[in-house]
């Protein structure tokens, strides 16, 4: 699975929208982007996903690049529950494909009042 | 509720103990996997499991081991061969990705293990 870089920290004003980077510009073809949040001490949440079209969902949207090398997570109106760790990852679909499913770092998103 | 239910939820042992976590989901999911968090770090594979009877080994297999008798556990246990056992470790699940979904894996809410 590609590998992905995303920035340590963000933060975020109450009410604002969040924009969270995601580098993967060694993706393939068959491989779709994962956005997950884990807050403090919970197991990490499904946020969305997508292959090459932007998609949204009632928790977020992502908007990935026309050469799919990158992609940003959007939370429209973030609120103080929002702040989290987000974490970007990539891997592929198909039959027989292995799916490690390895996680980086994540971004550390702090929503502020 | 269909869900992932990992116990103990906290767990203290000694150096040199063995301990076994559990994993339980009643999702009819197939694949399940271990993580390992340390404190202000991402997410470490330990073991993955894509159906009963196999398993294979993650990033930072070594001082663990896992069995897969029953599609619904998947217990974990660190032995003392593992040098630094103290981590808060989740389980996940998720149907595989030759099938209709989304392939998002289910997170347990973890065990937080300290070796005094």
């Known amino acids: 699975d590609a590998k992905t870089t995303q920035p340590p920290s963000m933060d975020c004003a109450e009410g604002r929208a969040a924009n969270l980077p995601c580098n993967h510009s060694t993706i393939s073809g068959n491989e779709y982007v994962y956005w997950y949040r884990q807050i403090h001490s919970q197991g990490p949440q499904y946020i969305i996903h997508g292959l090459k079209n932007n998609e949204t969902n009632e928790m977020a949207s992502l908007i990935i690049t026309e050469d799919r090398k990158s992609s940003t997570l959007i939370l429209p109106h973030a609120t103080l529950r929002d702040t989290a760790v987000y974490y970007c990852?990539?891997?592929?679909?198909?039959?027989?494909?292995?799916?490690?499913?390895?996680f980086g770092t994540g971004t550390r998103l702090q929503v502020t009042l | 509720d269909g869900g992932i239910t990992q116990s103990p939820k906290y767990l203290f042992r000694k150096e040199g103990q063995n301990v076994t976590l559990s994993c339980e989901q009643n999702l009819n999911h197939d694949a399940m996997y271990w993580y390992r968090q340390d404190p202000g770090q991402g997410l470490r594979l330990i073991y993955y499991s894509q159906i009963v009877n196999d398993f294979q080994k993650g990033d930072i297999a070594e001082g663990y081991s896992v069995s897969r008798e029953k599609k619904e556990s998947f217990p974990l246990t660190v032995t003392s061969a593992q040098k630094n056992p103290t981590a808060f470790y989740l389980c996940?699940?998720?149907?595989?990705?030759?099938?209709?979904?989304?392939?998002?894996?289910?997170f347990g809410e973890g065990s937080r293990l300290t070796v005094l």
């Open positions: 990852i990539v891997r592929s679909r198909g039959t027989g494909t292995a799916s490690k499913l390895t």
């Open positions: 996940a699940s998720r149907i595989p990705t030759d099938r209709e979904d989304t392939g998002e894996l289910f």
